[in-house]
């Protein structure tokens, strides 16, 4: 049983009872889960050493809860209050504009138990006819679902991308291949990902595909055929295989990048000049093809600009491709510096020495060390007298460390009311200010935007962290009115952050393009609390991307001096 999901249990009780308008209750369900999610030990063995009670906020009543839940895998009490709201609470919740209050209404409403009914509802048009809801209520749940849909057996992109490399590594190794490569979601940058399809040139397809269905992390073949194997890894992931000729190389790529939606424009746009694009390659009335190997040859046939995969979505990225203004996207490489950043003076396992260094050797020239400020005994977190140390220590070794800044900084959790929690003296002399909610996400949607709108005022912030709150397959995006939000941002120069974490990856893209047409600007941050996190990087600019953002748009491809005067405070 993992901590995850017993802290689901108990968040849905909580849930549960808020509807019933049962005080207090809520609120030590609520504090349990959060304990049982941030607790590093594994709650079957606190369970097994009879340590619950260490779990702050955990008493005895939530404990046995807990070991029920741990024994026999559910919790009573959580069934019989969801005999009353009979619904996957959790499902619906996860889609954007759906909280618990919402689900009740629709249930009762409409009848909707699970997300296949709310998608029904929302196609016939009987949402908008709730009271309360709208065409706006409406639309926004029907873009939710778009999101959400599928997510239940997708897998993070962090895990898969690493995933398809160490399995292309190793089918290169072979010698069998002469081009190998990942298509599907995971190359579209997708957050999560629901295979992994890889397309290769081999001259003995026959043995090459005998090498992928023998790799040792293969744990069962699923499909065989002289072009193509299926197979699903010990893990769990599905992965196929499909060899296809030099000449088509381009087209297959092109076509198992998908998305879908992108691929019916094109295979129109083709029909419209007389042509016929498949994945084996772009045809004119004989037959002849006209481009295969490659996919710039395809695009460049249909008349468009080359189209990156990451904006494959049928978002308006062919009629841009067409009249020759795609955005320049930013790259990995215009990243000089990371952001958000956690060390062992709060949650974090390094020192500010040794994260520095691992930032350097990763090519960045500078970062800014944002340590939790105190918030909980349970997440840990550094005090106003760490902070002035931690001042010195950030001078010391920026003499020590030659030619690689370190920004002073904080991430300050923003209050119920959307006051910042740490001294203002301080919040002055630190070089970046990070302001994040990390509680009370469970509110009304106009309380949260009110909270965020007072935290983007506050002249003291620079970076709005991780702005929706979503951890993915975990905690829906608590709901505010973004756009108004990111006007906001806009206007006071607060910018918004893409938190890189794979988990997270918030702003999500869709967002990420609605910041950037408000003319707000980005950051992107790892939240690295370990070394190896540093190479999130990677993860940011590809939502990043896939929100149409450009270098200009993000402050940290901008050096150390000009990152000081573009930030909120180095303003005016
Ligand atoms: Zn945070
Ligand atoms: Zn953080």
């Known amino acids: 049983m993992s901590n995850r999901r017993v802290a689901r249990i108990l968040r849905e009780v909580a849930e ?32 097994r050493e009879g340590r619950l009670g260490e779990l702050p906020g955990v008493g005895k009543a939530i404990s046995e809860k807990i070991e029920e839940i741990v024994h026999t895998g559910r919790l009573a009490y959580h069934d019989e209050l969801r005999k009353k709201l009979p619904v996957d609470l959790y499902a619906l919740t996860q889609v954007e504009g759906i909280g618990v209050r919402t689900a009740k209404r629709l249930y009762e409403g409409l009848g909707v138990r699970n997300v296949a009914d709310l998608e029904r509802a929302a196609r016939e048009g009987k949402i908008r006819r ?19 849909r599928g997510t239940e057996d997708r897998i993070l992109l962090w895990y898969a ?29 997708r957050a999560t990902v629901g295979d992994v399809d890889l397309l290769g040139v081999s001259s003995q397809p026959e043995q090459a595909a005998r090498a992928f269905v023998e790799l040792p992390e293969v744990g069962q073949v699923l499909a065989r055929g002289g072009k193509r194997a299926s ?12 060899l296809v000729p030099e000449s088509s190389f381009g087209a297959a790529m092109q076509y198992f990048t998908g998305s879908k939606e992108h691929n019916v424009r094109l295979r129109e746009r083709a029909v419209g000049r007389g ?11 004989t037959g002849a093809a006209v ?38 996207l930013v790259q990995t490489r215009d990243i000089l510096g990371d952001l958000h950043l956690h060390t062992n003076w709060s949650d974090g396992e ?39 140390r931690q001042l010195d220590e950030v001078a010391r070794l920026n003499e020590e460390l030659d030619g690689f800044h370190i ?48 935290a983007v005022d506050d002249e003291a912030m620079d970076v709005l962290g991780h702005p929706t709150g979503r951890l993915i397959g975990e905690r829906a995006a608590y709901e505010a009115d973004w756009d108004e939000v990111f006007s906001r941002a806009a206007k006071t120069g607060t910018a918004l952050e893409i938190n890189a974490n794979p988990q997270r990856l918030d702003l999500r893209s869709g967002l990420v393009r609605r910041a950037v047409e408000a003319g707000a600007r980005l950051i992107i941050g790892t939240d690295a609390h370990a070394e190896p996190h540093l190479d999130f990087m990677e993860l940011g600019v590809v939502t990043a991307r896939r929100g149409w953002a450009q270098a200009k748009h993000v402050l940290n491809t901008l050096s150390v001096e000009g990152l000081l005067a573009a930030r909120k405070r180095g303003r005016s």
Request: proline share 3%; with cysteine; aromatic share 6%.
């Open 161 to 189: 991308l690493n995933t398809a490399r160490a399995l292309c590594r190793k089918l290169e190794d072979t010698g069998l291949f002469t081009r190998l490569a990942y298509a599907g979601s995971l190359r579209r940058g």
């Open 231 to 242: 197979v699903r890894l010990s893990e769990g992931l599905q992965v196929d295989l499909r």
């Open 275 to 285: 042509l016929k694009l498949n994945e084996y390659g772009l045809f004119d009335e």
């Open 291 to 328: 481009a295969g190997s490659d996919e710039e040859g395809i695009y460049s046939q249909l008349g468009l600009l080359y189209v990156p995969p990451e904006l494959r979505e049928d978002q308006g990225e062919i009629q841009a491709a067409e009249r020759g203004d795609l955005p320049e």
């Open 16 to 47: 549960l009872l808020e509807l019933e308008d049962v005080a207090f209750k809520p609120r030590a369900y609520r504090r349990a889960a959060e304990a049982v999610e941030s607790c590093a030990t594994d709650v079957d063995e606190l369970v």
């Open 407 to 454: 920004l002073s900084g904080v991430e300050a959790n923003i209050l119920a009311d959307g006051g910042l929690d740490v001294p203002r003296e301080l919040l002055r002399r630190l070089d970046l200010v990070i302001g994040s909610v990390h509680s009370r996400f469970r509110t009304a949607k106009k309380v949260m935007t009110e909270r965020l709108l007072r």
């Open 350 to 388: 390094v020192t500010m020495e040794e994260i520095a260094r691992a930032a350097r050797q990763r090519g960045f020239r500078y970062i800014a060390i944002t340590d939790h400020f105190l918030f909980s005994e349970t997440v840990g977190g550094v005090t106003a007298d760490d902070l002035r």
């Open 130 to 148: 709730l009271p309360g809801m709208g065409e706006r209520s409406e639309a926004r749940i029907l873009r939710g679902l778009a999101e959400v």
